[in-house]
């Protein structure tokens, strides 16, 4: 692997205007036009590329490159390279993070190039890409997914074993050479780190710093056990819910294994809750749980939900229609963006990369088929989508042998290099960074970000944003994870001003937990509390809560009755003494935090 210079400062401010033409002669390949619509990037360019690279077979791809700038430097040599996940995502859809970098520094190019095989580089689409989410127990779903497959097949079956990602990597080779930067900085997504790697082994390909986030170890990680990786993480935050959360423990089990039992209830058809919510089975509350898994934002929601399911009271049972309604108007949102969406995604390459690199890496015979991936997703808290489809697909799809050269090998960069990964990651479970660093060697570094979900580098997570960024634009030289430390867990009590939205968004109440406020109002009815003067209430008030909490706690008392008593003491003193809802809400948590 090349290394490359590096450029200081002065010399980037030096050269900022003369990088344009020096942009433009040193790519010769690269005809620089305006973006098609819905396109990021100042303007974008398609390099032609080998079919086959090894020269055994004829023909050309398009790769398509789009690239981000400031328009007071215009293209500078200090590159840096945003690469998707999937497989079968378009570079387009990391737009976001690329103009969060050109905030941070704005003598930087932002490079997006679109894998052979999906986005606008020569894309393996259908003529009819599915609209819906697959679902094994929907027979047309499924006869949808498969035209969808078969007319990839049909079209393009003689040339599938050139869309691996040994082949898209040989392009990326191509493409950073013809662009020619001073610097090369990769910042890369899920399978984008399995490409990475692959790309760091090949001859000619160069970089100077990478960052992998949401490690997939060239030899580990298989699709196959993708459902029951993300089940475990719904578990593991249901557990952290119950260990630091009196709300929760007293809810949902201090171990978290109410819900585990609420969907054993709602597969045997014995949840009292099925009756109310005619739209409940197995696969929605999956496909629920993985929404708030995959989600950091939504930690918050996911016991409140099962507890819902759980107690099923009549305004639990209307919050989860709400909740149910803004699965709904997400999803039909999502199908009304479909042209947009299956330009940015290929079911093709996603089907073809991982049917023959990336479902199981054990002996094929071994691998669960369609029949067993169904039964092994049907008792868990995922969705289980990708590992079904490609499963599904693996019965009928015609596929290749990766390069032997590269698959299952770890490059040996000699270049600094960062794996990013959270301790509630469900997609790339964190015992996956590990086993990366110890694969690429002694220029690795593993960053663990606490309570981050799948890829650390996202609005909801400034602190990894940081981390990530300075290294990227300091080509490796500067890492400091300070900020690591003050990362607080997931407001599972429900106090936070954010959480009260999102409560509101998801469940039309600010309650997260939804409290009972009529019971808590009869209790502080019989309450007595003595009056202010000096401040002495307060004072009182605060001891005979805490006092009330402990005997309640000591006695043969469980469940929520000592959070209700706590609750009604401070609803009595938020009305006695007008004390405002975010400190009658802060209040509560801190005394409940003494049991």
Not at 314 to 343: C, E, I, P, W
């Amino acid at each position: 692997m090349q290394s490359c210079k590096s450029l200081s400062m002065w010399s980037l401010v030096a050269i900022a205007f003369s990088s344009v033409v020096l942009a433009a002669d040193s790519s010769p390949l690269l005809a620089w036009k305006p973006c098609p619509p819905g396109q990021a990037g100042v303007d974008c360019a398609t390099l032609q590329a080998p079919l086959d690279p090894d020269g055994n077979h004829p023909g050309t791809v398009d790769v398509f490159i789009r690239r981000l700038y400031h328009s007071a430097t215009g293209p500078t040599h200090r590159a840096v390279f945003l690469i998707d996940g999937g497989p079968g995502y378009s570079a387009n859809a990391l737009a976001r993070p690329a103009l969060y970098l050109l905030e941070k520094a704005w003598d930087i190019t932002v490079y997006l190039i679109d894998q052979r095989g999906t986005g606008l580089s020569s894309p393996l689409n259908c003529q009819d890409p599915p609209t819906q989410q697959f679902t094994p127990e929907k027979p047309p779903i499924v006869r949808s997914y498969r035209a969808c497959m078969q007319n990839v097949i049909n079209t393009s079956k003689n040339i599938l074993p050139f869309f691996s990602t040994y082949h898209g990597a040989k392009d990326y080779v191509l493409a950073v050479n013809a662009i020619n930067p001073e610097t090369v900085s990769i910042y890369a997504l899920s399978y984008g780190t399995y490409f990475t790697n692959t790309y760091l082994q090949l001859p000619g390909a160069r970089a100077d710093a990478v960052v992998m986030d949401g490690p997939v170890p060239c030899n580990r990680w298989a699709l196959e056990n993708n459902a029951e990786w993300v089940s475990r993480v719904s578990m593991s935050i249901l557990r952290l819910c119950g260990q630091i959360s009196p709300l929760c423990a007293n809810r949902t089990g201090l171990m978290g294994q109410i819900p585990r039992l609420v969907m054993d209830a709602v597969l045997d058809g014995t949840l009292p809750c099925l009756k109310k919510l005619p739209w409940l089975n197995q696969r929605v509350a999956a496909t629920y749980s993985s929404f708030m898994t995959l989600n950091q934002t939504a930690h918050a929601l996911m016991a409140p939900f099962w507890y819902r399911l759980y107690r099923c009271s009549d305004s639990d049972a209307a919050q989860l229609n709400v909740f149910h309604g803004q699965m709904r108007a997400q999803r039909t949102r999502r199908q009304d963006a479909n042209s947009t969406v299956f330009s940015e995604y290929s079911v093709g390459l996603a089907v073809n990369i991982g049917a023959s690199e990336l479902y199981s890496y054990g002996n094929r015979a071994l691998a669960l088929n369609y029949s067993q991936q169904m039964l092994l997703t049907s008792r868990v808290f995922a969705d289980a989508t990708p590992e079904l489809v490609t499963s599904f697909a693996r019965e009928f799809w015609p596929m290749y042998t990766p390069n032997s050269q590269t698959y299952m090998t770890f490059a040996r960069p000699t270049i600094p290099v960062m794996v990013t990964v959270g301790t509630f990651d469900p997609n790339t479970p964190h015992g996956n960074g590990p086993w990366l660093v110890n694969g690429l060697g002694k220029t690795a570094r593993l960053i663990t970000v606490p309570f981050a979900a799948h890829g650390t580098f996202s609005p909801e997570a400034t602190c990894a944003d940081g981390i990530i960024s300075n290294f990227l634009l300091s080509t490796g030289t500067e890492i400091n994870t300070t900020c690591l430390q003050d990362i607080q867990p997931p407001d599972f009590d429900g106090s936070q001003k954010s959480t009260k939205r999102l409560a509101n968004a998801f469940f039309g109440t600010n309650n997260l937990w939804n409290l009972n406020s009529t019971l808590i109002a009869q209790l502080a009815s019989s309450i007595h509390l003595p009056s202010t003067q000096h401040g002495g209430a307060t004072d009182g008030y605060v001891v005979t809560t805490v006092q009330l909490a402990g005997v309640v706690i000591g006695s043969s008392f469980v469940g929520g009755l000592a959070t209700t008593l706590v609750a009604a003491l401070m609803y009595k003193y938020h009305n006695k003494h007008g004390t405002d809802d975010e400190t009658y809400s802060l209040t509560m948590h801190s005394t409940l935090q003494k049991r």
